[in-house]
């Protein structure tokens, strides 16, 4: 069945640092969706991407989904630490309702 | 508007006990999932319910039953709670699988502990 990992499992980074944190599918996406988790919260949506090498941007962060849809990544620029909390991505197939998450990327920021 | 509500969001069980985790959305959205989240594990597909009156299993459906009331309704049911099914339990929904603006609306989740 399909699968999504993620990594790396966690990240530390100064404050001001940059972060990424990568996304690949064992099967090819219909597309793929991006959410962020504070402590203690519940996944909220951040984005999602369709299209074959499409990028976007929101504010300091950037999104990419690979050219063969089977992977993607979420650039954050200069971390503040507003942005701690665990990155997930999430895969639907092509023809299905089902959407497989990632296993997610815990950010931490040092001030 | 409450968004996705779920209920109890605590549970302590002891082993062999049964129990249904309640989800509920005023979205008109058709399709309801329930996840669990476990450390290190990410998010894991239990059931989802494309629409109403259909279920199918996820990734991890085993010692879980789903029942999709009515279009606003997704309940789990755990008949015979184990050790390993201690997590936390999200239910969420969509309004718009297969269309352009595709996202998942969460609950605030349910923490179970078996003992």
Known sequence: ?111 | NAGVTQTPKFQVLKTGQSMTLQCAQDMNHNSMYWYRQDPGMGLRLIYYSASEGTTDKGEVPNGYNVSRLNKREFSLRLESAAPSQTSVYFCASSGQIFRTAEKLFFGSGTQLSVL
């Open chain 1, 1 to 111: 069945g399909q699968q999504v990992m993620q990594i790396p499992q966690y990240q530390h980074v100064q404050e001001g640092e940059d972060f990424t944190t990568y996304c690949n599918s064992s099967t090819t996406l219909s597309n793929i969706q991006w959410y962020k988790q504070r402590p203690g919260g519940h996944p909220v949506f951040l984005i999602q991407l369709v299209k074959s090498g499409e990028v976007k941007k929101q504010k300091r962060l950037t999104f990419q989904f690979g050219e063969a849809k089977k992977n993607s990544s979420l650039h954050i620029t200069a971390t503040q630490t507003t942005d701690v909390g665990t990155y997930f991505c999430a895969g639907r197939g092509s023809g299905t309702y089902k959407y497989i998450f990632g296993t997610g990327t815990r950010l931490k920021v040092l001030a």
